[in-house]
């Protein structure tokens, strides 16, 4: 039965070959479940609760994307995304994190609906690339100085902003080599990397005295108190406009990048480029996120660790349904998940940050009109500490620069559009 239903032989993989790819994705991307819950619980959620809801949201991902597009991709609350929901959203803009989960669950069905109609190409080929780069270097930015600042490495300063932190407290020189070691067990291609990095920080400062023990297995926290608590009526102001753009966009790219590399490594891609079952994968994807917002998570999205599982010889759905049941089996870990503390986390933020900032090599150096307002982007997103304002500058200042440069016949309607809507929102705000 499972052979004629992922299409085992048709796919040159084995029952036993898909497991193996399941179990080296969920370690790639399992450092998820320590990382999530505490973003969450900074914008004020039930940490326990919000523990749950990421490992329960990852596993449905998982198991739609498996069952429905039969894809060996796994999915989770997504990095990037999760910061901007805790530090943007809610902290900067004051906004609650039930409204916060509504303008997910809005950017969700939007997603939805580009999914199932010809507004994906539309949206994707209004873009300019460089500005997509911009935004995902951007974001990677904003996870690193999230990262840096939990971890003490840098502090706020009353009169330069920023300074060094205190390097020689015990917990900031755990962050540091957390990072560290990270980096090196990564440059020596050893699986799972940042979940060893994230657990290994954790042992040792249970060992230093930072850490209280609380024991490793126990019962899953109730998730009722975020369970069904997002407000989509608030989240329907004006002035939450940018912010779902914001979160679709990201999302978008973000997906639309993973899955077509993971789709290239597993020869998912035929030689002409087109990509089996691709509008399947990005429903499931879409359709995550909604699922997501309900459940009480950021938005859920495609990871790219899924290469991972893919090297290890995944190649049907199979794979992303064995990542699904793991994350279930992960909800009893919740007394694990609770003694991570902040500073074991900080190095897997900040390699994390550095990672996505590898698309920068693609920017077109020698064109100033599409190189500055990707810099702009990249710069401002974590300067104004905002990822929607972000993106908001990078397209105002696109435009402008190509008008300067008498190069606006080369702006799309769609990057107009999108610029009038964040130019009202700056004249407005």
Not at 41 to 67: I, K, P
Not at 137 to 150: E, N, P, R
Not at 311 to 329: D, E, H, M
Not at 399 to 406: E, H, L, R, Y
Request: net charge negative; with cysteine; proline share 4%.
């Amino acid at each position: 039965m499972i052979e004629s239903f992922f299409r085992l032989k048709e796919n040159n993989t084995t029952l036993w070959r898909e497991v193996g790819a399941g179990f080296t994705t969920f370690i790639t991307m399992a450092y998820i479940i320590f990382v999530n819950p505490q973003m969450m619980a900074a914008a004020g959620m039930d940490q326990g609760a919000s523990f749950v809801a990421t490992c329960v949201a990852a596993a449905l991902a998982c198991l739609v994307m498996g069952v429905y597009a039969n894809w060996p991709v796994g999915l989770a609350p997504g990095m990037g995304l999760n910061a901007f929901f805790t530090y943007t959203i809610v902290a900067e803009m004051g906004y609650s994190w039930n409204v916060a989960l509504g303008a997910v669950f809005i950017a969700g069905v939007l997603f939805v609906v580009m999914s199932v109609t010809p507004l994906r190409a539309w949206i994707l080929g209004s873009i300019p690339m460089s500005l997509r780069i911009g935004m995902g270097a951007g974001v990677g930015l904003f996870i690193g100085m999230i990262g840096l600042q939990s971890g003490g490495i840098i502090a706020d300063h009353p009169s330069t902003l920023l300074t060094l932190g205190e390097l020689t407290t015990v917990d900031t020189i755990l962050a540091a080599f957390g990072f560290l070691l990270i980096t090196g067990l990564s440059i020596k291609k050893v699986p799972g990397a940042i979940l060893i990095g994230v657990l290994t920080i954790t042992v040792l400062g249970l060992a230093s005295g930072l850490v209280t023990y609380e024991g490793i297995f126990s019962a899953p926290p109730t998730i009722a108190p975020i369970f069904m608590q997002l407000d989509i009526v608030s989240a329907l102001e004006l002035g939450m406009v940018s912010i779902i753009l914001s979160i679709l966009f990201v999302n978008l790219f973000d997906t639309a990048g993973t899955l077509l590399g993971v789709a290239t490594k597993a020869g998912i891609a035929d030689e002409r480029g087109n990509i089996r079952d691709l509008d399947l994968a990005l429903r499931a994807d879409s359709t995550s996120s909604v699922a997501g917002a309900l459940i009480g998570c950021a938005p859920v999205t495609s990871y790219v660790e899924s290469a991972a599982g893919v090297s290890a010889g995944g190649r049907t759905g199979l794979t992303a349904c064995i990542v699904g049941l793991l994350f279930l089996l992960a909800t009893f870990l919740s007394p694990l998940a609770g003694m991570v503390p902040a500073f074991a986390t900080a190095g897997a933020l900040v390699y994390v940050a550095l990672l996505m900032m590898d698309g920068m090599e693609n920017l077109p150096w020698s064109d100033p009109a599409e190189l500055l307002p990707a810099l702009v982007t990249i710069i401002m997103i974590p300067l104004s500490f905002s990822i929607a304002d972000g993106i908001a500058l990078g397209f105002v200042s696109y435009v402008t620069f190509k008008v300067v440069s008498g190069k606006h016949h080369e702006v799309t309607g769609g990057a107009w559009f999108l610029t009038a809507i964040f130019a009202t929102k700056f004249a407005f705000s």
